[in-house]
T-cell receptor, first 113, second 113 residues
Framework: DTGVSQDPRHKITKRGQNVTFRCDPI?????LYWYRQTLGQGPEFLTY????????KSRLLSDRFSAERPKGSFSTLEIQRTEQGDSAMYLC???????????FGSGTRLTVV | QQPVQSPQAVILREGEDAVINCSSS?????VHWYRQKHGEAPVFLMI?????EQMRHEKISASFNEKKQQSSLYLTASQLSYSGTYFC??????????????FGKGTHLIIQP
């Protein structure tokens, strides 16, 4: 298994544009999380999927943020009408059970100019 | 509520020991510990569960005091590879992971030869 993959690694976009990030978790992991990390801070929880069901989305930062996991495998995180404050590292993580630690992907670094 | 980590930074000589603390104002179900090197994804070290035992992985161990809502990470005979930023992530209830983890701001550990 190659671990958790995220694509792209880096994204530079103009303010107001929409962006979409992809995460491919470890294949047998049914739990998938999205986090955001800014410089000097720990990761900040955004949303959680168990299989294809999005069980927690109240922590998404605004209604410009949305996430999907249509077939319970890969997931996408979309940010509409990007703002400079959205610049951050977006991390995806997966796990097998609540008693297991997370495996994080390498992240997508978003820069909004 | 974000857990508070202390110290914020530690500089050690190779072979010395270190303790990193994580405190929460709320009752906790579990505490995760992760290490993140610059530009890389956080890597899972260990998880401590309410009612569980102290964990150990090689020369790194951790404890969880449920009554005080505190966890400590112990690094014994530190190696150069231990350098990085250590994060604790806390889970308030046994909701099956749906609430995600709340991470502290991290402790920067520098090991010098």
């Amino acid at each position: 298994d190659t671990g958790v993959s995220q694509d792209p690694r880096h994204k530079i976009t103009k303010r107001g544009q929409n962006v979409t990030f992809r995460c491919d978790p470890i294949s047998e992991h049914n739990r998938l999380y999205w986090y955001r990390q800014t410089l000097g801070q720990g990761p900040e929880f955004l949303t959680y999927f168990q299989n294809e069901a999005q069980l927690e989305k109240s922590r998404l930062l605004s209604d410009r943020f949305s996430a999907e996991r249509p077939k319970g495998s890969f997931s996408t995180l979309e940010i509409q009408r990007t703002e400079q404050g959205d610049s951050a590292m977006y991390l995806c993580a997966s796990s097998l059970s609540p008693r297991d630690g997370y495996t994080f992907g390498s992240g997508t670094r978003l820069t909004v100019v | 509520q974000q857990p508070v980590q202390s110290p914020q930074a530690v500089i050690l000589r190779e072979g010395e020991d270190a303790v990193i603390n994580c405190s929460s104002s709320k009752a906790l179900y579990s505490v995760h510990w992760y290490r993140q090197k610059h530009g890389e994804a956080p890597v899972f070290l260990m998880i401590l569960l309410k009612g569980g035992e102290q964990m150990r992985h090689e020369k790194i161990s951790a404890s969880f005091n449920e009554k005080k809502q505190q966890s400590s990470l112990y690094l014994t005979a530190s190696q150069l590879s231990y350098s990085g930023t250590y994060f604790c992530g806390t889970e308030k209830n046994s909701g099956g992971g749906a609430d995600g983890l709340t991470f502290g701001k991290g402790t920067h550990l520098i090991i010098q030869p």
